[in-house]
């Protein structure tokens, strides 16, 4: 079964700054996705960004951009500028492709300093 | 498009009571999904469905039931609620072109908060 770990229960940066959220998964596969969702105290969940493994280039949205290493089972999720309104929790998540869902790991708490 | 809708937003059951939390989506999604949040964890896949009368089980499927008789609608049902039961619940779908091995994105309803008393 794939697995997704997420080292970092509490993060902290102050506003403006860049912060790094580390992500590490394991797979069998060759063919995957990846994603980061945003869960704010409303408890939506929010999709950040999400990267194709047989893609080389690493994904980017806005202030949001990822470093995936595929060969590490690695995937980072960085954000630039940070701002208050990124305060929230963030996930990483596998999906293997087709109907079986995704596997989450068990977030990180960003908090953002004024 | 109102996207993925979940009713009721809060309940509080009793140990054995049964209840359906009721999932909607009108993006004509086939791929529907449900999941549940524990305190402090990420999202555990209880049931998926990937078209109108087709359902499978998840990670974490024991003490729950799903149907799907419309593309729409995927009811979760608790039929004898136990505290283990108490968590986050949230529904999700996608769309998944035919004959293509790839998954879109998931889009998740606002979630129902459920306590077993």
């Known amino acids: 079964a794939q697995t997704v770990t997420q080292s970092q229960p509490e993060m902290s940066v102050q506003e403006a700054e860049t912060v790094t959220l580390s992500c590490t998964y394991d797979t069998s596969e060759s063919d995957y996705y990846l994603f980061w969702y945003k869960q704010p105290p409303s408890r939506q969940m929010i999709l950040v960004i999400r990267q194709e493994a047989y893609k080389q280039q690493n994904a980017t949205e806005n202030r949001f951009s990822v470093n995936f290493q595929k060969a590490a089972k690695s995937f980072s999720l960085k954000i630039s500028d940070s701002q208050l309104g990124d305060a929230a929790m963030y996930f990483c998540?596998?999906?293997?492709?087709?109907?079986?869902?995704?596997?989450f790991g068990k977030g990180t708490h960003l908090i953002i300093q004024p | 498009n109102a996207g993925v809708t979940q009713t009721p937003k809060f309940r509080i059951l009793k140990i054995g009571q049964s209840m359906t939390l009721q999932c909607t989506q009108d993006m004509n999604h086939n791929y529907m999904y449900w999941y549940r949040q524990d305190p402090g964890m990420g999202l555990k896949l209880i049931y998926y469905s990937v078209g109108a009368g087709i359902t499978d089980k998840g990670e974490v499927p024991n003490g729950y039931n799903v149907s799907r008789s419309t593309t729409e609608d995927f009811p979760l049902r608790l039929e004898l609620a136990a505290p283990s039961q108490t968590s986050v619940y949230f529904c999700?779908?996608?769309?998944?072109?035919?004959?293509?091995?790839?998954?879109?994105?998931?889009?998740f309803g606002p979630g129902t908060r459920l306590t077993v008393l």
């Open positions: 999700a779908s996608s769309y998944a072109r035919p004959q293509v091995t790839s998954t879109d994105t998931q889009y």
């Open positions: 998540a596998y999906s293997g492709g087709g109907a079986d869902g995704l596997t």
